[in-house]
């Protein structure tokens, strides 16, 4: 297998020049200049487009049991999903439920994964419980190249941690030098709302947000940075939808607390009147943390451009609005959350972020891709185009015109939120390891081809 990439506008987080790239595996040997194509080898010419590293999407949920159901994606599905939209490695979660046993669920995790993606793939190990089993339970996970935890402070009686627990991962993640990501929303805030909205007769999704407002999500940064603050943990907040959890982090930064910060796509497109859409409309726009007033949008996008908010993420999380949304038809707190974008997030994110000068082209490869690769052990064979890299490519299309929709996607899910949403570029072909795997928006390659990204602890 070897591929050459000919007249390439190469730009990664902080270069861009015109060059040749040449693939003789699934590496990247050669950059330069005219170079020869030798026979059989595959050539693609990128006369007019840019070439990206393979985008990153650190926050994934494909295999997900979760309020009553399972997410809709499978691997095939969502992993072509994926490199249609030019994401070339994802990072899952793996969720058990705190009665779960954490190495049994890790290996049901890989097993839904194992020869079944066509892209590459990693895990955030998810720490739902923690007793003395739990130190051996993790040194097993993390020997086999899982080196980041996952906790979340919200899901209260599921997958939420106390107070002990969360001290204890923490402690136990910065001995062993791992990142914690973490949903930061307090769990009982958001179960004492939710029951007094309900009580009110307030059952519609419009009240979603009111049942988890900005102050309770601040209250997550804030707890998670405290205890990151008292044993030193390196930790990466997920999600992230308003100023007053980014002022939370801001605040925490200047403690020194070691803290990264995510947000997600849907966050920075959609305000929260898109989860008040009346006939039960707005069920396809609940997610957790919700969907905020306008006003955070614009300082997302401000902490996007400086780079204080390090990745944009997808949290892609599949259910489909007949049957598994419609469960919380007669009651907000039962509507499945989440919104589906693992196939759109780059092609948004170019269009909405650089054709609108919000953030430049290096910012956008830096957010959707370098930086995930930095954070989680995955630079430089990911995340960049150097030589040695991955030959993971993205050849991108900023003449291509079209519009999001659910009847051409390739997500297992019977909707889109960005239904006929308009887009101004997207990959024309993109390369798993110097393979083809996507040709002009459509899957051409090799089904089984993903592996699962081993990775080391980097943050001693
Ligand atoms: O609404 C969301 N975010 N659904 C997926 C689970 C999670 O919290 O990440
Ligand atoms: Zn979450
Ligand atoms: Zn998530």
Not at 277 to 301: C, D, I, T
Not at 309 to 332: L, W, Y
Not at 333 to 356: A, F, H, M, Q, W
Not at 367 to 392: E, H, V, Y
């Amino acid at each position: 297998m070897s591929l050459l990439v000919k007249n390439a506008e190469i730009v990664t987080a902080d270069q861009r020049y015109k060059a040749d790239i040449w693939c003789a595996g699934e590496t990247i040997t050669a950059i330069g200049p005219n170079l020869p194509a030798p026979a059989g080898a595959e050539v693609i010419d990128a006369t007019g487009k840019y070439v990206f590293p393979g985008f990153i999407d650190p926050h994934v949920h494909i295999y997900l049991p979760f309020m009553g159901t399972f997410a809709k994606d499978t691997y095939p599905t969502a992993s072509r999903a994926a490199l249609v939209g030019g994401t070339t490695s994802l990072i899952e979660m793996v969720c058990p439920a705190r009665s779960d046993d954490p190495v049994e669920s890790y290996e049901l995790w890989k097993s839904k994964a194992a020869g079944q993606s066509a892209c590459d793939y990693a895990f955030h190990f998810g720490v739902s419980r923690f007793n003395e089993k739990t130190p051996d339970e993790l040194k097993k996970i993390v020997a086999d190249g899982t080196a980041s935890f996952k906790v979340f402070l919200a899901y209260k009686g599921t997958f939420n941690l106390d107070d002990t627990e969360l001290y204890r991962t923490l402690e136990l993640a910065k001995r062993w030098g791992i990142i914690v990501t973490a949903h930061c929303e307090n769990a009982e805030m958001v179960s004492q709302l939710q029951q007094k909205l309900i009580a009110e007769g307030k059952t519609g999704t419009e009240w979603h947000e009111p049942s988890r407002p900005p102050v309770v999500e601040a209250e997550g940064v804030h707890h998670l940075a405290t205890f990151a603050g008292l044993t030193g943990a390196h930790v990466y907040v997920v999600h992230t939808s308003c100023c007053d959890a980014l002022r939370e982090a801001q605040a925490a930064h200047n403690r020194g607390v070691r803290m990264w910060i995510e947000s997600v796509i849907p966050h920075f497109l959609f305000d929260r009147s898109y989860a008040e859409k009346p006939n039960f409309e707005g069920a396809k726009y609940v997610m957790s943390p919700p969907l905020r007033e306008k006003r955070h949008q614009e300082q997302l996008w401000n902490a996007l451009q400086t780079g204080f908010i390090s990745t944009v993420a997808t949290d892609h999380a599949p259910f489909d609005f007949k049957g598994q949304k419609e469960m919380g038809r007669n009651d907000f707190t039962k509507i499945p959350n989440g919104i589906p974008s693992i196939e759109d997030r780059v092609n948004l994110l170019y269009t909405y972020g650089v054709c609108k000068g919000r953030i430049d082209l290096h910012r956008f490869v830096d957010a959707a891709s370098t930086q995930a690769a930095r954070i989680f052990g995955l630079f430089p064979r990911k995340g960049t185009i150097q030589l040695g890299s991955d030959a993971d490519l993205v050849v991108y299309d900023p003449a291509y015109r079209g519009n999001i929709s659910a009847k051409t996607q390739q997500m297992n899910v019977d909707y889109s939120a960005f239904e006929g949403w308009p887009l101004a570029g997207r990959p024309s072909a993109v390369t798993v390891r110097g393979k083809i795997q996507v040709r002009d928006g459509k899957f051409v390659g090799d089904q089984k081809l993903g592996q699962m990204l081993k990775r080391e602890p980097t943050h001693g």
